[in-house]
């Protein structure tokens, strides 16, 4: 066997052993498409490189099919792993995109990559709202796992717990689509610092990131949908509204880090911009701390189409 045959061999054991270690392990759940990302450059084929996350997908969902097909009907099987593969497998097709557009826009991928989880949430969304059995049925099996776990964060209270239970439902309802962004652009961030980590290039184009100015648009027009979904209770366009909107928020925000990154390492060229991106995401996920860039990113980076900051 050629040595290149056996180096593809083992990158492709590498990125899909680490990537389920991670998916398994509690802490790193949320990050575990990071090894697919990073060996995806040492694969030179783009087949070879879809391998791995198609051998972690059949390993996820060979896992819940297994631990669920002794414990629940059929219907309420499906509908429970349609809900529970929603995070995990959003993510494996988006790094397939990722990856798959290698040559096209960073922007393009990130878009396309949310698109696929976009549609799969108003699935759910719509099939949430039918109301049926199988509906009732998994809704039943989280109310208790959350009834289980709620009573160690609040006071044990029944009201108390059934409109928490609902406002979680809402929430994620309703921002699904930036909880995939989150989760999937901290992998990318990380995987690709890792990639590019010796390249002086990759700092600048950190720093020159930004969306096009027509982008705009759609962060006005999103949000005014969102002031008219309060008047028209329609489930599926609120659903749509909001997550699009505060998608489009996420973005700005990111750009609005650049514009800081951009600022910083002209006043000191020794700066570094990836440093600047770790620690303004870890001021976005610090409780109280957060509110103010939370704030400030996304203006920054939406004022930009008007006041050129980086000139």
Known sequence: MERRSVESIRSIALAAGMSFIMYRLQVTSTLFIIPLLFFAPKLESNRLNLVPIGLVALVLIGTQLTGLSKELPASTA?????????????LLIGAAIWIGLAKHSSLRRLLISGAA??????????????????VVAVEQIYRAVF????????PNQVVQLQWLFEAVVQTLMLGFLPLF??????????????????????????????????FVWFFLG????????MFLQVTLLQSLAWNIALAITMLYALQGISLVASV??????QASASRVFV????LLLIP?????????LPLAGVSETWIKYRK
């Open 78 to 90: 499906v509908g429970f792993l349609f809900v529970n593969l929603y995070l995990p497998l959003t």
């Open 117 to 134: 989880a976009l549609v799969w949430g108003l699935a759910l969304v719509l099939w949430f709202s039918s109301g049926s059995t199988s």
């Open 147 to 154: 009834d289980a776990i709620a009573p160690s964060l609040v």
């Open 181 to 214: 962004l989150g989760q999937f652009g901290l992998s990318l961030l990380i995987s690709e610092l890792l990639i590019h980590r010796t390249e002086h290039s990759f700092q600048k184009r950190l720093c020159r990131w930004a969306l096009p100015e027509f």
């Open 222 to 229: 999103s949000w005014s949908v969102v002031l008219a979904t």
């Open 264 to 269: 910083m390492q002209k006043r000191n060229p």
């Open 279 to 282: 620690l303004a995401i870890l």
């Open 288 to 296: 109280g701390v957060n509110l103010i860039p939370l704030l400030a």
